[in-house]
């Protein structure tokens, strides 16, 4: 059993929660999931089962899109509704014309700093770890892309966004950031992933349907191709040499300009490995390996 379940989270438990959820479930130690969500918020968890662990890494990489409620004129310790309120002050009359002006300096490429609490490690511990001891947290700030920022709804003190952006983005934090750049504090009150790359929340499965197809012996079709998550690389097919080669770990020559990764299948359409371009040799060094697992195999993503 491998591919990927676009799982739906509600909010309330953890991500790794989920993961043990699932992992007890289908009695699979190899689950892992693509990219944590905090535990107040919901939607789109990607969850890789068996050898489709080993692509989440890449499936981060994709863009995300958020829904994001926002209300102003409070600050909070963690930049969401689970902290504690640091101060509370009025909120402007703003139009959304006013909105929308405030709204553009923060699309584009920007300089972010991570909450203070939260998972990012800072000399071998987590931030919130460091926080919650009462320890002093301090991090540069970060390059994040922020590719759409879109005014759904404001209705003094709450605004809703939809947050379209690159991989590493804190939505807390960008709801702090706008906050302070109105002069009156804010913090996320709710959030909703909508999308995670190819993966919606149109499209997702719950626990309770897992369980249910895990009783009528049905997981693998609830399962996406392990693929998925690496959609957004070139593809190639190699022919029977070059894929027993690749599996056993040589390297390639292969007629590819322009890249630096490739996603290879064999002559039968199953992805046989990740590679990567090395320009000393002019050949294409194999990254991640997978050999044909036995049975039927999922076709691949195209590409």
């Not at 107040?40 to 890449?58: E, H, M």
């Not at 990012?120 to 987590?126: E, K, N, S, T």
């Not at 001891?133 to 939809?162: F, H, M, N, T, Y």
């Not at 490739?262 to 990254?287: C, H, K, Q, S, V």
Request: charged residues 25%; aromatic residues 4%; hydrophobic residues 40%.
């Amino acid at each position: 059993m491998e591919g990927l379940l676009n799982l739906n989270k509600p909010a309330g438990p953890t991500s790794h929660g989920l993961v043990c959820q699932v992992r007890r479930l289908l009695q699979e130690r190899r689950i892992g999931h693509g990219g944590t969500l905090d535990p107040l918020a919901s939607g789109v968890l990607p969850i890789g089962v068996g050898r489709a662990t080993r692509l989440l890494s890449f499936l981060q990489e994709a863009d995300k899109v958020y829904r994001a409620e926002i209300r102003l004129g409070i600050r909070t310790t963690t930049y969401d509704a689970e902290g504690a309120v640091t101060a509370e002050r009025p909120v402007p009359d703003l139009s959304a014309e006013g909105l929308e002006q405030v709204l553009a300096s923060f699309r584009g490429e920007i300089e972010q700093l991570p909450p203070p609490f939260s998972a990012v490690r800072q000399d071998g511990q987590r931030l919130y770890q460091r926080a919650r001891a009462g320890q002093e947290v301090r991090l540069p700030k970060r390059r994040v892309r922020i590719l759409g920022l879109e005014l759904l709804s404001w209705s003094r003190p709450d605004l809703v966004l939809k947050v379209t952006c690159g991989s590493g983005t804190y939505v807390r934090s960008l709801a702090h950031d706008l906050g302070e750049r109105l002069g009156c504090g804010a913090y996320l009150r709710g959030l909703v992933r909508l999308r995670v790359g190819p993966m919606r929340l149109e499209d997702t499965v719950t626990i309770a349907d897992l369980a249910a197809a895990r009783e009528l012996g049905q997981v693998q079709s609830l399962l996406l191709p392990a693929d998925l998550a690496v959609q957004h690389w070139p593809a190639v097919q190699v022919d029977a040499d070059q894929a027993q080669a690749l599996l056993n770990g040589r390297p390639v020559a292969l007629d590819l300009e322009g890249v630096g990764r490739t996603r290879a299948y064999d002559e039968a359409g199953r992805l046989i490995g990740l590679l990567r371009f090395d320009p000393a040799g002019g050949l294409w060094r194999p990254w991640r390996v997978f050999p044909p697992a036995g049975g039927p195999q999922q076709p691949p993503c195209p590409g």
